[in-house]
Nanobody, 115 residues
Framework: QVQLVESGGGLVQPGGSLRLSCFASGSVFVGYTMGWYRRAPGGKEREQVARVTTSGTTVYADSVKGRFTISRDNAKKMVYLQMDSLNPEDTANYYC????????WGQGTQVTVSS
C-alpha cells in the first residue's frame, strides 16, 4: 500500500514562490507517471495541474504553464512542485498521486496566496 505525504504549503503573497514536496512510500512509485493536483475552496473539483512521467517528461495545465515546474527523484521516492509567480487563483489544497488508478489520497498541503 502506497502512502502519500505532501508538504511545503503555506501563506504567500501574490508574486511569491513555494516548493511543494510529496513522498510516496513503497517501491512501486518509480513505475508510474505522477501528478500534482489541487482543489480550490468552494467545493470545486480536484484538477490536475502538472504531471511527470517516469523518464521526466512533463505536462502542465494551461493555468500554470510557465509558472510551475514539476520534477521527481525516483531514488528518494519524491515528487516536487516549484511554484513561482503565485496569484490568488492558485489558492487550494495541493495533492500528489499517480495519474491513473489513484492510490488513497493524502492529506494534501494548503497553499494560500493573499496579500
Amino acid at each position: 500500500q502506497v502512502q502519500l505525504v505532501e508538504s511545503g504549503g503555506g501563506l504567500v503573497q501574490p508574486g511569491g514562490s513555494l516548493r511543494l514536496s510529496c513522498f510516496a512510500s513503497g517501491s512501486v512509485f518509480v513505475g508510474y507517471t505522477m501528478g500534482w493536483y489541487r482543489r480550490a475552496p468552494g467545493g470545486k473539483e480536484r484538477e490536475q495541474v502538472a504531471r511527470v512521467t517516469t523518464s521526466g517528461t512533463t505536462v502542465y495545465a494551461d493555468s500554470v504553464k510557465g509558472r510551475f515546474t514539476i520534477s521527481r527523484d525516483n531514488a528518494k521516492k519524491m515528487v516536487y512542485l516549484q511554484m513561482d509567480s503565485l496569484n490568488p487563483e492558485d489558492t487550494a489544497n495541493y495533492y500528489c498521486n499517480r495519474v491513473v488508478a489513484y492510490w488513497d489520497w493524502g492529506q494534501g498541503t494548503q497553499v494560500t496566496v493573499s496579500s
